[in-house]
T-cell receptor, first 112, second 116 residues
Framework: GNSVTQMEGPVTLSEEAFLTINCTYTATGYPSLFWYVQYPGEGLQLLLK?????DKGSNKGFEATYRKETTSFHLEKGSVQVSDSAVYFC???????????FGKGTRLSVIA | DTEVTQTPKHLVMGMTNKKSLKCEQHMGHRAMYWYKQKAKKPPELMFV???????INESVPSRFSPECPNSSLLNLHLHALQPEDSALYLC???????????????FGPGTRLLVL
């Protein structure tokens, strides 16, 4: 079935540093791909998504490109802020009766 | 508006109590979900409703009882819970399941449950 492997943290960066969180997937066909973010004490928020190969999702300065050749959907941001401290989940639709398959999550801490 | 609301935000209950969690969305979505999330883990699916009918029950113990009274509301009734049921309970919704699970799921803020 569909699966996702996500770089595990924690990741600690200084403010204004460049961020990459790696995500690779295994899937049948070409599913939509998602990044969700969970700020401390909150639920999950959709950060961005891409629905087909070579699509780039972007939001709040974050970007991820749907790469079919490398089966990847890496999350990037050019200059992180303290307010970006959160847990980031890569996800895709599951196979069979599984609506969403999540990566294990990457905890990002940004220090001033 | 992509908002899913959940009440209460926090809940403390004893093992003999009965309580309910509520979820509401007004996006016209016809698929709704309950997830359970333990600390430092991704969410785990519990139930899926499609057009107010239970579509998936992921072998959840019967002390959790879902209910979908209409297309906007989803409840989770809790009875005789165990301390290990303490977790963040997340509700989500999506347009529908017609295209499989390609539709975006929108999550609520969650109810943080503590069972004593």
């Amino acid at each position: 079935g569909n699966s996702v492997t996500q770089m595990e943290g924690p990741v600690t960066l200084s403010e204004e540093a460049f961020l990459t969180i790696n995500c690779t997937y295994t899937a049948t066909g070409y599913p939509s791909l998602f990044w969700y973010v969970q700020y401390p004490g909150e639920g999950l928020q959709l950060l961005l998504k891409a629905t087909k190969a070579d699509d780039k999702g972007s939001n709040k300065g974050f970007e991820a490109t749907y790469r079919k050749e490398t089966t990847s959907f890496h999350l990037e941001k050019g200059s992180v802020q303290v307010s970006d401290s959160a847990v980031y989940f890569c996800a895709l639709p599951g196979s069979g009766n599984t609506p969403l398959v999540f990566g294990k999550g990457t905890r990002l801490s940004v220090i001033a | 508006d992509t908002e899913v609301t959940q009440t209460p935000k926090h809940l403390v209950m004893g093992m003999t109590n009965k309580k309910s969690l509520k979820c509401e969305q007004h996006m016209g979505h016809r698929a709704m979900y309950w997830y359970k999330q333990k600390a430092k883990k991704p969410p785990e699916l519990m139930f899926v409703y499609s057009y107010e009918k239970l579509s998936i029950n992921e072998s959840v113990p019967s002390r959790f009882s879902p209910e979908c009274p209409n297309s906007s509301l989803l409840n989770l009734h809790l009875h005789a819970l165990q301390p290990e049921d303490s977790a963040l309970y997340l509700c989500a919704s999506s347009q529908d399941l017609a295209g499989g699970y390609q539709e975006t799921q929108y999550f609520g803020p969650g109810t943080r449950l503590l069972v004593l």
